[in-house]
């Protein structure tokens, strides 16, 4: 696999991380960081960064990760677990490190930081591979 390749593709591809302007930043052998910037359009009323924001990142990079064995994946399911509130968040930063890989189930740890390394959430996500390969 071209993780190069595979970077840009799915930069390109994913209009829904393109609107929020989320852009995958590194791919390897089951694993994928991704960033984010911040701005005041995705603030909740009490002023901090909403949890959307947090689970959409590790979705993307979650499935980035997945994507870098070669197969179209789909997510399964998704658990979060937010720890702080993200108060003067300029950027975000996903991490996805995978814990394991089957068959048809891949799983993934998520770490969601900000701009001063502070993990504003962590998670576990589940993709389902659909054996189609990607063609680059």
Do not use: W
Request: proline fraction near 2%.
């Amino acid at each position: 696999m071209d993780f190069e390749k595979l970077i840009m593709y799915r930069n390109q591809k994913n209009s829904f991380a393109n609107l929020l302007g989320i852009r995958i930043t590194k791919i390897s052998e089951g694993y994928a960081q991704a960033e984010m910037s911040t701005s005041p359009e995705l603030l909740n009323p009490i002023g901090s960064l909403h949890g959307g924001c947090l689970f959409t990142i590790a979705d993307i990079a979650g499935g980035s990760a997945a994507c870098s064995h070669g197969e179209y994946v789909t997510t399964v399911d998704g658990s979060i677990h937010y720890l702080r509130a993200g108060i003067n968040t300029k950027k975000l930063y996903a991490t996805a490190t995978e814990l394991k890989r089957g068959k048809k189930i891949l799983v993934y740890n998520l770490s969601i930081t900000d701009q001063d390394g502070v993990e504003l959430a962590v998670g576990i996500f589940s993709f389902m591979s659909l054996g189609k390969p990607i063609e680059l």
